[in-house]
């Protein structure tokens, strides 16, 4: 089931550009960089993102390269909570915890920095999207694995089509705007 935002975020679907056929022929893509310019937009955006989060007092934001850089800082400022960047292999400079997980066209690596998260540190992970699942079920595992308790996942899109949220059975998983096709 999908929770709503107390603020209306569906005026926010006119704000992002529908591109067909990319990445290639057949696929719609959702392209958010017309919400992300826009200042009333891109407010109501991390209000409402935030909002569902405000009452669970978080420790971290956990944001994945590299869109979940754009709104897990944003989130956290709001939050009043740290951010960390989980981040594609070999951008970390200190000693990084990494998990390898498989997606739909291949396998990929996340990784953190060892001590970027406390055992018993209340966490949120953010990202701009919400497909099939496969990056926010590592990075949940990944969090996990340094002691974190995941108080939810928050998404700007969610493709209910794609099942994704299937994959995070058992995590708090809130988005603001849903496509079911």
Request: hydrophobic share 45%; charged share 25%; proline share 4%.
């Amino acid at each position: 089931m999908a929770i709503k935002a107390a603020v209306d975020c569906e005026p926010l679907k006119k704000l992002i550009r529908e591109v067909p056929d990319f990445p290639k022929k057949g696929i719609l893509f959702y392209d958010i960089t017309t919400l992300l310019k826009d200042k009333l937009g891109f407010a109501t955006l991390v209000d409402a993102l935030s909002e569902h989060f405000l009452a669970k007092d978080i420790d971290l934001v956990l944001g994945m390269e590299a869109r979940g850089f754009i709104f897990g800082p944003a989130a956290a400022y709001r939050l009043n909570a740290g951010f960390v960047p989980v981040r594609k292999p070999g951008k970390l400079p200190a000693a990084t915890q990494r998990i390898e997980y498989d997606l739909e066209y291949g396998s990929n690596v996340l990784e953190v920095h060892k001590d970027a998260i406390d055992k018993g540190q209340r966490v949120i992970i953010v990202d701009d999207l919400l497909a099939t699942g496969g990056t926010a079920a590592a990075t949940v595992e990944l969090a996990k694995s340094l002691g974190a308790d995941i108080a939810g996942l928050g998404f700007v899109v969610e493709l209910d089509f794609l099942k994704g949220r299937e994959k995070l059975k058992g995590c708090d998983v809130f988005s603001l705007l849903h496509y079911a096709k």
